[in-house]
Structures are given as C-alpha cells and as structure tokens.
C-alpha cells in the first residue's frame, strides 16, 4: 500500500469494524496486529447480541438500540463482500421469570419497550408452553420473549471483516508503523497502557470462560438464565458462557468453573442433557471503568484515537461505534455521545 490514511492497531471486533467503516468511506487502511485477527477476547464464541432491559432509559442505551437495529444490514454487507458468514440472524431470546413480582415486572417492561424501541422489536410475556422445545425451565410457567436479541459467531465474523478488508484492497499485519490517523483498539492491555499513560485508572480486564456443545438448534433463540447465555448457533453447536473474574493468574485457560456452566446449562434446559461439549474458551474482555465504551481522541497524541471498552456488549455495538469514529477520522465530525467520551 503506497500511503496510508487510516492505521488500527488491534484487529478484535472494534479494531476490524472502524477499518471496514472507513474503507467503505474511500480511506486506505491498515490494520496491525502482533497476534492476528482475533486473538483475543473477540475469538470467542458466545455471541450473545442482546439489548439492555427497557426502562430508565439513558444514552447508552438508546445508542445500542440503533446498533443492534444496524447490525443485520452492516454484516449482510460484509458477507456481500468478502464471501464469509459470520453467524448473524436475530433470532430472538427467551428468559425465564421467577415468581409473581418479576412478573408484574417484566409485563411493566413490555409497555416500556412498547414506546422506546417504536415496534422495530418486541419485549412479551408468554406462556412456557407456547416456546416450544428448546426453552429454559420456568418457575412461574412464563416466560420473556424479545425478538430484538441476535447471535453472533465471534471467530467467523472476525474472518468475515478480514476476508471483506482483504478484498476491498487493506492490509491487515502483524508489525508495521504509525501512519495517518491512528486507532488504538487494543483490548484490555490497551486500557492498562491508557491507565499509565494519563495516570488514572481508564479500565482493565475480566476474564471470562465459556463452552460449545454439539447441539444442533440453529432457528432456536437464544436464552438467559440466572446471568447464563445459552446460544444456539447455525452449524450445530449451542455456546454456553460465560464466567465474569476480576481477578484471575492465566487469561487464556479454563478450570472447574468453565464445567460448572456446562452443567447449569443441563439444569436449565432439559433439551441440552447429555450434549457433548466441544471446545472450552477463555480470554480477557476489556472492561472501561464507566462501564461503556470509550472512544475519542487520545488526550496529548496528536493525530491517536482511541476505541475500547466494549466489554460483554461490544459485538453488539460495533456497527454505530464504527460508523462514529469514522466520522471522526475522517470528516472531524464528533458525534461521540457524552457517556462514551474519553477525556484527560
């Protein structure tokens, strides 16, 4: 590549996002990353895209909202253009409800998503019957349904940016230097490397394990039970996960904790007994001190730029946090929402 207008270091889910939203706005891009393409917590494999309840609505979660509502187009046209699939459909997500408050509740929040998603999805009370096979147990015999909540393949959609950005003409490295405008998507050592480098604690890492079951249920919804995501994907296989530890010695093996979320996954859904498990996978997700994610520029660089943060929900939003930073490299128009913003 003669010059470059754009570099992302750090090839996860935000860093091949940002460069694919501005490549598609004409910018020439490289991408590095000493690791590879999702080598990190992004090479996971939950994919749970699922929205925040719909009540005391604020900011952020109006903005995942629009994200998750993009998210069907921005990856029908990466598979368009680069040929592979990440995984995505929405195909809802069903939760148990507990007793005769968390009914009152969730009937309460129905009428809130009523109003704040405008009917581009739906938040209802069914009964357990009505779910059909695969669908956790229930103790008061209903059930939530959203059909807002979608699934996602973590590792095929990191091959599904790379073989778009690779066809479209960027360049994606394991060493190369600076050049142009710089985005530093790192994951959880990045936020560690903010930290030190603005001497207050900006974010850090909590790793999380997870499962794959061979279970084949590909039209199914996903379900979350007792803080447990349930996804059952397109090529035969349910994810289980996942743990969430703040403090932890190896970021990348799993231990007891990771078999006892195969087994609370067998509690809840009678459909699961018995299904093999195939693979077990740990990483570290980068976790921003206010909880959102953080983009912006990267206070006393001139011409570095910060994206990071995304924590458990930044599969989800990923395509209007793209969509934002390229307006900000490329036409300095800073739409960064307040709660988002990174500040010295």
Known sequence: MASVDVTVRGAGIFGLSVAWACLRRGARVRVVDPYGPGAGSSGGVVGALAPHVPEYWNEKKAFQL???LMAAAFW??????????AGYARTGRLQPVADEHALTLARDR???AATLWQGR??????????????APLSPSGYLIRDTLTARICPRRACDALVAALEVSGAEIVTEAPDA???VWATGWQGLLDLSEDLGRKIGDGVKGQAALLRFAAPDAPQL?????????????????????EREFDAPDTT??????????????????????????????RPRARTRAPLLGAWPGRDGHFVLNGG???????????????ADLLLDGRDAIPDGFRLTA
């Open 66 to 68: 629009d994200s998750l």
């Open 76 to 85: 029908a046209e990466v598979q368009g253009t680069g040929g592979v699939s």
């Open 110 to 112: 129905a009428a809130g």
């Open 121 to 134: 999805a739906v938040w209802e009370v069914i009964a357990q019957e009505a779910a059909g096979g695969f």
């Open 180 to 182: 142009g405008a710089v």
């Open 224 to 244: 979350f039970v007792d803080g447990l995501h349930i996804v059952p994907h397109a090529d035969g296989t349910v994810a289980v996960g996942s743990t969430s």
């Open 255 to 284: 231990d007891d904790q990771c078999d006892a979320l195969v087994e609370r996954a067998y509690a809840a859904v009678p459909a699961l007994h018995g299904a093999a498990v195939l693979d077990h996978w740990a990483g570290v």
């Open 311 to 325: 924590f458990k929900i930044g599969f989800g939003m990923a395509p209007k946090l793209a969509a934002i930073m």
